[in-house]
């Protein structure tokens, strides 16, 4: 892909990301204005999200020919999995993330999903499951970019009710995340130069998806 493609694939992100900082839930984490409520909730969508994702990795990887592309999610895929190691899986750094607050397992399965987390989590189901394998590489740059600005957000604002808290959880992804990032930039140098429309459409996928995660968290679909 042409230096210029990649730039504009970059830019739409950035524009993205920098929408989802400035969502009431970013700014109110920043601001130590989040309530108890309001992180455990964040905690609860989040970790809905973190059991998902190897399966969504592992539908990408299913509809992938690109051999750079394809490394690239099978890293991705790895650490997931904690690079062979059961214990360092991300997900169970998010279990013990739980126990930590207070939340049992118990709490966490019987969570009632609202329409913010069920959009989010369908979405990436769908996303992932389509033949385009572009819009999913996509939505990913926003899933994976995202990650530094919610999950930094909330290691400030989790502080303010849990203080003595110790956690991988959130340094944990944010340095992963990065890499990842960075990855997916690499492999999009890759591809053709008439990906680039599905590419940004996945980019838009992904702030949507991420966006109604936020907003569930803050309680928006609690009313009706």
Same mark, same amino acid.
């Given at each position: ?15 993205? $990301? ?38 969504? #990795? ?9 051999? %750079?592309?394809? &490394?690239?999610?099978? &890293?991705?895929?790895? /650490? ?7 214990? &360092? ?7 013990? $993330?739980?126990?930590?607050?207070? %939340?049992?397992?118990?709490?966490? &399965? ?10 989010? #989590? /369908? ?17 990913? $740059? ?48 890759? #591809? ?20 109604? %995660?936020?907003?569930?968290? #803050? ?6």
């Amino acid at each position: 892909m042409e230096a210029k493609n990649v730039e504009l694939v970059r830019a739409a992100t950035e524009e993205s $990301l920098d929408r989802i900082r400035t969502h009431r839930f970013i700014r109110k984490a920043h601001a130590r204005e989040l309530s108890r409520s309001e992180v455990l909730r964040w905690i609860l969508c989040a970790g809905r999200e973190s059991r998902s994702f190897p399966e969504i #990795l592992e539908n990408m990887v299913k509809r992938v020919d690109d051999p %750079l592309v394809l &490394e690239i999610l099978r &890293e991705n895929l790895e /650490d997931e999995y904690g690079n062979g190691d059961s214990d &360092e899986a991300h997900f169970q750094h998010y279990l013990h $993330l739980l126990r930590d607050v207070g %939340l049992s397992d118990e709490e966490f &399965e019987s969570y009632t999903e609202r329409a913010g987390i069920r959009l989010a #989590l /369908d979405l990436a189901y769908n996303v992932s499951s389509q033949p385009v394998p572009e819009i999913a590489i996509g939505y990913m $740059l926003v899933n994976e970019g995202m990650t530094p600005i919610t999950y930094g957000a909330v290691d400030v604002a989790i502080h303010r009710h849990f203080p003595a808290l110790e956690t991988k959880f959130f340094r944990l992804h944010v340095e992963v995340d990065e890499h990842h990032v960075a990855e997916l930039y690499r492999a999009i140098g890759a #591809l053709s130069d008439d990906t680039v429309d599905d590419i940004l459409f996945g980019v838009a996928l992904g702030e949507r998806g991420m966006g109604v %995660l936020l907003d569930e968290a #803050l309680g928006v679909f609690d009313h009706v």
